[in-house]
């Protein structure tokens, strides 16, 4: 969605950067993730699904800029070959993405040759042109359980795996055997157990990438996108939130009357953090640094992900 902010109340840059957005006939992209400046001047800010389904469907703009990280603007540049896709910063990447290369993919799909090859958004599109289906953390169980075969290999989050197979009567296999977020690492039983003994009434939202022990412990798993709507549609007033600390930021934004507090607040994502408003502006005016995809990758990878949109379609 758009976040809703009074022009007036935008710093010189932000308006500078809207002008330039309008002159460019360009739109902006931000994940959750991002911070408040870089949200209020972006045109749509959403979780990895939301901004995959909207990739999907920009038709007028002539030039996308993606505050992100790599794998999300990668998506983006898959979805639309015809235009030009930016990114403010290019080291804006994401590790996990990268603990899971091509080769073992490849390797994995001839050791288990009879399951069904799932990944994670959160991969780079090498790896993603040898999926058969990916996925987010918003749909992950349904994107799974669409599948015909009960054996699938997973990657590479292993909590996420981890979360799916507590959902779906599958064997989930996950490759990498370790993969994981080193963000939603950070947090522990123990800071629960802290908030829980303050905040009695919360209610514990959690991110899919934490551990099974900090999963267990929640009233809620679920994707950034889904904790936006569950907080704005809860008749409960205090929320712990158990994902990296910007999410927190656009809760308390939105929800000025409830009480917000985040289960850690240094889980913080420094890649996602490298794109200032300076680098937003440059990426608009000299047009950079262009996400390209080899071709013959991105046709590939562009039919796992058209079939997780498949699988996503409101019914
Ligand atoms: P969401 O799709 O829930 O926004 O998660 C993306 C991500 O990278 C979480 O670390
Ligand atoms: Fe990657 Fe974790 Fe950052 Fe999400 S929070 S982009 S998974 S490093």
Redesign the pocket.
């Known amino acids: 969605m758009r976040i809703r902010v009074d022009y007036i109340m935008l710093n010189i840059l932000q308006k500078e950067i809207i002008r330039l957005k309008e002159e460019k006939n360009a739109i902006i992209l931000a ?3 991002q911070t408040s400046l870089i949200q209020e001047i972006a045109d749509f800010v ?4 939301e901004l995959c389904i909207k990739a999907s469907q920009i038709d007028d703009s002539d030039l996308v800029v993606f505050c992100g ?1 790599d794998f999300m603007a990668e998506t983006a540049a898959i979805l639309n070959p015809e235009k030009k896709i930016v990114i403010p910063d290019r080291e804006a990447e ?1 590790p ?1 993405a990268h603990m899971l290369p091509a080769d073992a993919v490849r390797k994995a799909r001839l050791k288990y040759p009879d399951a069904a090859l799932v990944l994670y ?2 991969t780079l599109a090498e790896a993603k042109a040898e999926a058969d289906i990916l996925c ?3 749909n992950a169980v349904a994107v799974v359980k669409s599948l015909k075969e009960d054996k699938i290999l997973f990657g590479p989050d292993m909590n996420l795996a981890w979360y799916v197979s507590q959902k779906l009567d599958k064997m989930i296999i996950p490759i990498p055997e370790e993969g994981h ?1 080193y ?2 690492k950070m947090f522990h039983e123990g800071d629960i157990v802290f908030l829980r003994e303050n905040y009695p009434d919360a209610v514990l939202l959690i ?1 899919p ?1 934490c551990d099974p022990e900090v999963q267990v412990e929640a009233d809620e798993v679920l ?4 904790m936006i709507r569950y907080v704005a549609e809860s008749e409960a007033q205090t929320f712990i939130i158990g ?2 600390v910007d999410l927190v930021t656009r809760l308390k934004r939105e929800n000025p009357g409830k009480t917000i507090i985040p289960l850690l607040s240094e889980a913080i ?1 420094k890649t996602m953090k490298l794109h200032t408003l300076e680098k937003v502006k440059n990426s608009l005016l000299n047009e950079v640094s262009e996400v390209k995809v080899d071709v013959e990758i991105a046709d590939k990878a562009r039919n796992a992900v058209e079939r997780m949109l498949e699988v996503s379609k409101p019914k």
């Not at 959403?46 to 699904?49: F, K, M, P």
């Not at 994707?223 to 889904?226: I, K, V």
């Open positions: 994940h959750n993730y959403g979780d990895s699904l990280v994401c996990m958004v959160n987010t953390s918003a977020c963000v939603h991110h990438e994707s950034t996108g889904d994902t990296e994502c």
